[in-house]
């Protein structure tokens, strides 16, 4: 089974940036639409991006559009989150996951598959 790893996580300021990554601890990403996912203290999971295994799909929450961009580099199986302009509302847990293709659409829950990773936290505080 695929298994996902998340880093890039950290502390920062408003208006601050971090890049967060996701990598499989084996086999590869190519085939794969991946989303991201957060959860916040006290708060349900919420999908904030995903983007299909070729990228000619890719959706963002309106909460993150314009700040957040998601990309992935298939050579590196790698898949990333640019997130910039970061607010304190922003704060959560992180996670990567497999996400079913047809789900990746603007407006639309992102519906995760089977594979997740174990989160990485990102906090905004000043």
């Known amino acids: 089974q695929l298994q996902l790893v998340e880093s890039g996580g950290g502390l920062v300021q408003p208006g601050g940036s971090l890049r967060l990554s996701c990598a499989p601890s084996?086999?590869?990403?190519?085939?794969?639409?991946i989303g991201w996912f957060r959860q916040a203290p006290g708060k349900g999971r919420e999908g904030v991006s995903c983007?299909?295994?070729?990228?000619?799909?890719?959706a963002y929450a309106d909460s993150v559009k314009g700040r957040f961009t998601t990309s992935r580099d298939n050579a590196k199986t790698t898949v990333y989150l640019q997130m910039n302009n970061l607010k304190p509302e922003d704060t959560a847990v992180y996670y990567c996951a497999t996400v079913y293709r047809s789900s990746c659409e603007y407006g639309t829950t992102f519906r995760a598959g089977g594979s997740w990773g174990r989160g990485t936290q990102v906090t905004v505080s000043s």
């Open positions: 983007i299909s295994s070729d990228s000619s799909k890719i």
């Open positions: 084996r086999l590869t990403l190519d085939d794969y639409t």
